[in-house]
Nanobody, 115 residues
Framework: VQLVESGGGLVQAGGSLGLSCAAS????????IGWYRQGLGKQRDLVAT???????NYADSVRGRFTISRDIAKATVYLQMNSLKPEDTAVYYCHARDFKLFNYWGQGTQVTVSS
């Protein structure tokens, strides 16, 4: 499975930004796909995931502001980020885990929220 993110950039606090992650390869093997983020000097943390059964999971810090969705036909997962805060600044990574529990990562895309 290969994952390619797009859509990062610079936005002012309170603004919105959307991320996309296009999966290719053995996409039928994906069980859970979603987003993690890593701020400068911080650990990589879960942001949001969506399972093959369409169950979503969000970090408390983004619940109500971010929305994860997917387009199965396009093998793409999206992250709509609203009401962005400076603390949302990070490199956002697309992540997928298949049914054999193998993990796959994208290359990351920078999101910067200015105050």
């Amino acid at each position: 499975v290969q994952l390619v993110e797009s859509g990062g950039g610079l936005v002012q606090a309170g603004g919105s930004l959307g991320l996309s992650c296009a999966a290719s390869g053995s996409t039928d093997s994906i069980n859970v796909i979603g987003w993690y983020r890593q701020g400068l000097g911080k650990q990589r943390d879960l942001v949001a995931t969506i399972s093959s059964g369409a169950v979503t999971n969000y970090a408390d810090s983004v619940r109500g502001r971010f929305t994860i969705s997917r387009d199965i036909a396009k093998a793409t997962v999206y992250l709509q980020m609203n009401s962005l805060k400076p603390e949302d600044t990070a490199v956002y990574y697309c992540h997928a885990r298949d049914f054999k529990l193998f993990n796959y990562w994208g290359q990351g895309t920078q999101v910067t929220v200015s105050s």
